[in-house]
């Protein structure tokens, strides 16, 4: 029977910061799920490509990293960044890397109110904050366009331009209208600028209302990016599915874990939808220096994006067991600092494993 086992193999990839540690303790939970169902089984194969592999060799990744990662069902991110690299080095040379030319171009991220956790609105119980978050991945304001030129000088010039493609648009579009039909409420708002920014945000309010079209059964509505920020601290109730840009979403998604309760329980998937290379999955914070190395992480995030990750694979059972025994876990009050409990990241780690192999 042994084997009949469907076998995913998994690129880990912990890099920096507290990345290590939660890494670490999502692949004891998912090592746990798997003995406990028994179906399937996990091979992980780690990769040190981080910051201080950089500081090293002037380099985040080895050279065909990207046909290395194809070999791969799906990829475990950690978090990149460190104090004594600049932010943009540390992003491009791991993060966006990968995401980029692995054509991840839907990052997925869910927020919700986890039970047993507190908003920080007043107004907001478990179940009244139940967002996903569509983010473009691949395109639009971190595209990477642009230079600068008389460089010291006060006629210096410097351009960030923003890349929007009708193809880039339609397919994030076409992507966030499918998840929005998957949902109970069916509901889309999709998020723009297209009151001061007449280009691309002006194309992307076009294309999503002719992807709208291929959606009857999906309810639409719009939002300028400033106003959302305003309706999702006084009516989050009243959101279900978003998609926005790739700086938006960024900005959005942030203030959605903030909301949710802490920025460590929010998880996020980079996305290929054709399936043709590897997903990324990883937890929305970075490498938080400032707790590194305590063990105090909380491994939420990293949990529930494994989960997600079972789910991506076909383990939509798995996946499920996976959160309620995190659910369970928050309930219990197991919960890190961050959340307002005292356990550590040990102790969530080791709750969650109990529980898997309870129920
Ligand atoms: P990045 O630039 O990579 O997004 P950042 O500078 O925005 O990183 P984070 O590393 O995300 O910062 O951390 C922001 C704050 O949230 C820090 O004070 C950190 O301690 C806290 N934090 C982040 N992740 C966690 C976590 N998993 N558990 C507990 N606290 C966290
Ligand atoms: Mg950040």
């Given amino acids: 029977q042994a084997q009949t086992k469907q076998v995913y193999s998994i690129a880990s990839i912990p890099a920096d910061g507290i990345g290590p540690e939660v890494v670490e303790a999502a692949i004891v939970v998912l090592k746990a799920i798997a003995k406990k ?46 104090p004594d690299v600049p932010d943009h080095i540390s992003l491009w040379g791991l993060r966006l890397a990968i995401c980029q030319p ?108 002719e992807v709208a079209q291929d959606f009857p059964d999906v309810e639409l509505d719009h939002m300028l990016v400033d106003a959302m920020t305003v309706r999702m601290v006084l009516h989050p109730e009243s959101l279900d599915t978003i998609v926005a840009t790739n700086l938006h979403a960024d900005i959005l998604s942030d203030l959605a874990a903030a909301l949710a309760g802490s920025i460590g329980i929010a998880p996020t998937a980079n996305l290929d939808p054709s399936r043709k290379n590897p997903s990324m999955f990883e937890p929305i914070h970075g490498s938080a220096f400032d707790i590194t190395g305590k063990g105090i ?23 499920d067991q996976l959160m309620a025994a995190v659910e369970a876990v928050c309930v219990d009050g197991v919960k890190t600092r961050d959340l307002g409990g005292s356990a550590n990241t040990k102790e969530v780690t080791d709750a969650v494993v109990a529980k898997i192999m309870q129920c």
């Fill in 37 to 82: 169902r028994g179906t399937f089984q996990l091979e992980f194969t780690n990769f040190d490509w981080s910051s201080d592999r950089y500081k090293k060799t002037g380099s985040y990744v080895p050279k065909g990293h990207l046909d290395t990662l194809r070999q791969f069902d799906a990829i475990l991110f950690g978090a990149v960044g460190a």
């Fill in 102 to 209: 692995l054509q991840q171009y839907a990052n997925v991220r869910r927020t919700r109110v986890l039970p047993g956790t507190n908003s920080p609105l007043a107004n907001c119980k478990p179940g009244q904050l139940d967002w996903v978050i569509v983010r473009e991945n691949s395109e639009g304001e971190y595209a990477g366009h642009g230079g600068r030129s008389h460089t010291g000088y006060d006629h210096e010039v410097a351009t960030e331009i923003s890349i929007f493609t009708r193809t880039g648009v339609r397919r994030i579009a076409r992507f966030a209208f499918q998840l929005a039909q998957s949902r109970p409420r069916r509901k889309l708002t999709y998020v723009t600028k297209s009151n001061a920014q007449r280009n691309g945000m002006v194309m992307w309010d076009e294309v999503i209302n």
């Fill in 297 to 319: 992480a909380n491994p939420v995030a990293t949990f529930w994006t494994a989960s997600e990750m079972l789910e991506w694979l076909g383990e939509k059972e798995a996946a």
